[in-house]
């Protein structure tokens, strides 16, 4: 057995050794990205493909991407043609470029017949007048004095590592005239010009990552091959308008516009996907060896770290927006529809798809170069829409305080926070993801406010402006006290049980009736809410002694004064 596992591992080596020995004859193809999904967090998934003529079914390409550890894969658009095998190397290729300084030029034309005009000057007699002027010394010539010497046996000029052993103050040149040979620092050069051909570029070598690719078939011949990667580079900011349609506004026009940086490539007439949600990838931060030289230590340590703790959406999880989306998977197909009507006619909606938890926008024919930046509108469509004053207390930090200590004057004071907004009902048939929106009426912009994530057939009110004509004010009042014994970890625990009254106070100025939305977050058990006030509980444990409460009230206020109340209990140890 041994000997089988040995005689398998020398095969599998000498297969790749072989193929990276002959890496130069393999034919070469030029992927472009096709498709994208683009993240809000700065990750994008990319389709790059291109047209390859193999060679017994290898191809190679130097846009190799710079992906996550375990998302980089190759593949092709011919069912009848898988890839087999990827062989990522780095390599120097040889070019040129324009010679930018004095001592460069001198080495690429090394051996050359010169005329050297000398920075200093000497006195010459002429028609019986003494002129003083530059020295000027004409004759074939060497590059000496680098850092490191180089052998005679060596052909400096042409290799590119010449180029940057230079050091232009410990370097010269011997000049050999007619009248002798002159050891001539180039410091004292002033100017130079070479008799006979000159050159004005040198050598260089760039490293470049390779990437080949092996299919199933030798004779494949002529393929469309793709390579996919989760990269970093582009991402996108959603971004809202909304136009206040009536008056009242009944109705609002919606459109969402996609804002982005595109620091990855040049995209030439792609596809993207704008991706609404939360997708997780644990390695996101490791890159993978096809990409980089990445050590597979490291990346294993880092599995092994990752499967002994329990999976949770912690920093590594890649959120980077409160969506309220759960965690998803991009479905790499991207072709389920999602049928949706507009809500009337001439509106626009572009063509979306749903993978899993995530829900992806898509935009076709996109061209834009490397550094761009763009905004591309992804709908426009109506939806219900109403006006509404809008107050959310919460808790100060006071309140803790009275909760822990049972003391009345630790009760927080609360001053008016009535805000004008516009209650939406999202019937797009699409999920809205969390964005600013500008809001307009009559071509006039009211403000910009925060749209949260929506799903269909939910509402979510958009705050635009402080409000000016609804005025509310908010106060607590202990009622009742009591005692009452409870058991923590099966020991008797004495609780004081604390009943409180809250009274909002509305005050509308306005001379009609308008809708408030009211929402009250505080820590306490809920026994009373008047005016159809909805209680729900939150956090990990709604049982609990004094859980996250929140009431809800929808009504309309009358011009002039209303008071609504709701009464909780909140439990404080003795």
Same mark, same amino acid.
């Given at each position: 057995?041994?000997?089988?596992?040995?005689?398998?591992?020398?095969?599998?080596?000498?297969?790749?050794?072989?193929?990276?020995?002959?890496?130069?004859?393999?034919?070469? $193809?030029?992927?472009?990205?096709?498709?994208?999904? +683009?993240?809000?967090?700065?990750?994008?998934?990319?389709?790059?493909?291109?047209?390859?003529?193999?060679?017994? #079914?290898?191809?190679?390409?130097?846009?190799?991407?710079?992906?996550?550890?375990?998302?980089?894969?190759?593949?092709?658009?011919?069912?009848?043609?898988?890839?087999?095998?990827?062989?990522?190397?780095?390599?120097?290729?040889?070019?040129?470029?324009?010679?930018?300084?004095?001592?460069?030029?001198?080495?690429?034309?090394?051996?050359?017949?010169?005329?050297?005009?000398?920075?200093?000057?000497?006195?010459?007699?002429?028609?019986?007048?003494?002129?003083?002027?530059?020295?000027?010394?004409?004759?074939?010539?060497?590059?000496? #004095? $680098?850092?490191?010497?180089?052998?005679?046996?060596?052909?400096?000029?042409?290799?590119?590592?010449?180029?940057?052993?230079?050091?232009?103050?410990?370097?010269?040149?011997?000049?050999?005239?007619?009248?002798?040979?002159?050891?001539?620092?180039?410091?004292?050069?002033?100017?130079?010009?070479?008799?006979? =051909?000159?050159?004005?570029?040198?050598?260089?070598?760039?490293?470049?990552?390779?990437?080949?690719?092996?299919?199933?078939?030798?004779?494949?011949?002529?393929?469309?091959?793709?390579?996919?990667?989760?990269?970093?580079?582009?991402?996108?900011?959603?971004?809202?308008?909304?136009?206040?349609? &009536?008056?009242?506004?009944?109705?609002?026009?919606?459109?969402?516009?996609?804002?982005?940086?595109?620091?990855?490539?040049?995209?030439?007439?792609?596809?993207?996907?704008?991706?609404?949600?939360?997708?997780?990838?644990?390695?996101?931060?490791?890159?993978?060896?096809?990409?980089?030289?990445?050590?597979?230590?490291?990346?294993?340590?880092?599995?092994?770290?990752?499967?002994?703790?329990?999976?949770?959406?912690?920093?590594?999880?890649?959120?980077?927006?409160?969506?309220?989306?759960?965690?998803?998977?991009?479905?790499?197909?991207?072709?389920?529809?999602?049928?949706?009507?507009?809500? +009337?006619?001439?509106?626009?909606?572009?063509?979306?798809?749903?993978?899993?938890?995530?829900?992806?926008?898509?935009?076709?024919?996109?061209?834009?170069?490397?550094?761009?930046?763009?905004?591309?509108?992804?709908?426009?469509?109506?939806?219900?829409?109403?006006?509404?004053?809008?107050?959310?207390?919460?808790?100060?930090?006071?309140?803790?305080?009275?909760?822990?200590?049972?003391?009345?004057?630790?009760?927080?004071? $609360?001053?008016?926070?009535?805000?004008?907004?516009?209650?939406?009902?999202?019937?797009?048939?699409?999920?809205?993801?969390?964005?600013?929106?500008?809001? $307009?009426?009559?071509?006039?912009?009211?403000?910009?406010?925060?749209?949260?994530?929506?799903?269909?057939?939910?509402?979510?009110?958009?705050?635009?402006?402080?409000?000016?004509?609804?005025?509310?004010?908010?106060?607590?009042?202990?009622?009742?006290?009591?005692?009452?014994?409870?058991?923590?970890?099966?020991?008797?625990? =004495?609780?004081?049980?604390?009943?409180?009254?809250? =009274?909002?106070?509305?005050?509308?100025?306005?001379?009609?009736?308008?809708?408030?939305?009211?929402?009250?977050?505080?820590? &306490?058990?809920?026994?009373?809410?008047?005016?159809?006030?909805?209680?729900?509980?939150?956090?990990?444990?709604?049982?609990?002694?004094?859980?996250?409460?929140?009431?809800?009230?929808?009504?309309?206020?009358?011009?002039?004064?209303?008071?609504?109340?709701?009464?909780?209990?909140?439990?404080?140890?003795?």
């Amino acid at each position: 057995m041994r000997k089988l596992i040995l005689s398998i591992a020398f095969a599998m080596f000498s297969s790749v050794a072989v193929h990276a020995q002959n890496f130069d004859s393999m034919p070469s $193809f030029k992927p472009e990205i096709k498709r994208i999904a +683009i993240f809000k967090n700065g990750y994008a998934y990319t389709y790059r493909e291109g047209e390859a003529q193999t060679a017994n #079914g290898w191809a190679y390409t130097t846009n190799v991407p710079v992906g996550v550890f375990g998302t980089v894969f190759g593949y092709t658009t011919n069912p009848n043609l898988r890839v087999t095998k990827l062989l990522a190397s780095e390599t120097e290729r040889r070019d040129v470029e324009r010679i930018e300084n004095l001592t460069d030029f001198l080495l690429a034309n090394e051996n050359s017949r010169a005329r050297f005009t000398l920075n200093y000057s000497t006195r010459i007699v002429e028609n019986g007048t003494s002129i003083s002027t530059n020295k000027i010394v004409e004759g074939s010539y060497q590059v000496i #004095g $680098f850092n490191g010497n180089f052998l005679a046996s060596e052909k400096i000029v042409d290799n590119p590592n010449s180029y940057l052993r230079l050091d232009q103050n410990q370097t010269s040149v011997i000049v050999k005239s007619e009248t002798g040979t002159l050891y001539l620092p180039v410091s004292q050069i002033q100017s130079v010009e070479i008799l006979g =051909t000159t050159r004005t570029e040198k050598p260089t070598l760039t490293k470049e990552n390779r990437l080949a690719i092996k299919l199933n078939n030798d004779n494949a011949g002529n393929v469309n091959i793709g390579i996919a990667a989760l990269e970093r580079g582009v991402n996108w900011i959603p971004a809202y308008r909304l136009e206040l349609k &009536g008056e009242p506004a009944k109705e609002a026009k919606l459109e969402l516009e996609a804002n982005f940086v595109n620091n990855l490539s040049d995209f030439n007439d792609a596809e993207m996907f704008f991706v609404v949600g939360a997708p997780s990838f644990l390695f996101q931060n490791q890159l993978s060896p096809l990409s980089v030289k990445a050590g597979f230590e490291n990346i294993s340590n880092e599995i092994n770290v990752r499967a002994a703790r329990p999976m949770s959406r912690d920093k590594d999880s890649g959120v980077n927006f409160a969506t309220g989306s759960s965690v998803g998977r991009l479905n790499s197909t991207l072709d389920v529809a999602t049928e949706v009507a507009p809500t +009337i006619d001439e509106e626009e909606r572009g063509e979306g798809s749903k993978a899993e938890q995530l829900f992806l926008y898509k935009t076709s024919n996109v061209t834009m170069k490397k550094g761009d930046r763009a905004s591309l509108r992804l709908f426009s469509l109506t939806v219900p829409c109403s006006e509404v004053f809008e107050w959310t207390i919460d808790d100060a930090p006071q309140t803790d305080n009275y909760i822990a200590s049972g003391q009345l004057e630790s009760l927080p004071a $609360f001053a008016s926070r009535f805000w004008y907004g516009l209650k939406l009902k999202n019937t797009t048939g699409m999920p809205l993801t969390t964005a600013p929106a500008l809001v $307009f009426k009559d071509a006039n912009p009211l403000g910009q406010g925060l749209l949260t994530f929506t799903p269909v057939a939910n509402e979510k009110v958009v705050r635009v402006s402080p409000a000016t004509e609804i005025i509310g004010t908010h106060k607590l009042a202990e009622t009742a006290r009591a005692t009452e014994q409870r058991k923590i970890n099966g020991a008797a625990t =004495t609780f004081n049980v604390i009943t409180i009254e809250g =009274t909002i106070k509305i005050t509308n100025v306005k001379t009609e009736p308008v809708e408030v939305v009211i929402t009250r977050n505080f820590s &306490g058990k809920v026994t009373s809410a008047s005016d159809g006030g909805k209680t729900t509980r939150e956090g990990l444990n709604p049982n609990a002694f004094n859980p996250i409460s929140t009431v809800t009230w929808n009504l309309t206020a009358p011009s002039g004064d209303k008071e609504i109340r709701y009464v909780y209990k909140v439990y404080v140890r003795v």
